[in-house]
Nanobody, 114 residues
């Protein structure tokens, strides 16, 4: 079982920055992939950024060049650095971790004002 604790959301102005964190704890062998997703009101949850262990990072086109996903060496904590924020980035952001199962964080709200 994996517990995910997210932090770092909040209110930012357009053009500003926020850094989201996701800390994984519990009993698990290894994390095979991790990612950040977001869901705006009335919309489906969508991929923002994704790292498979040993693979290439994937970004949604809407955030390429502005957002960066990273992790610590132990793959227990990972982050989403968000620069150049836009009002359309406003959403609930969720971290996701894949071991032999799929785990999701509780979500952290990001609101970007124009």
């Amino acid at each position: 079982q994996v517990q995910l604790v997210e932090s770092g959301g909040g209110l930012a102005q357009a053009g500003g920055s926020l850094r989201l964190s996701c800390a994984a704890s519990g009993m698990f062998l290894s994390i095979n992939a991790m990612g950040w997703y977001r869901q705006a009101p009335g919309k489906q949850r969508e991929l923002v950024a994704y790292i498979p262990r040993g693979g290439s990072t994937i970004y949604d086109d809407a955030v390429k060049g502005r957002f960066t996903i990273s992790s610590d060496d132990a793959w227990n904590t990972f982050w989403l650095q968000m620069n150049g924020l836009k009002p359309e980035d406003t959403a609930m952001y969720y971290c996701r971790v894949i071991t032999t199962r799929d785990f999701w964080g509780q979500g952290t709200q990001v609101t970007v004002s124009s």
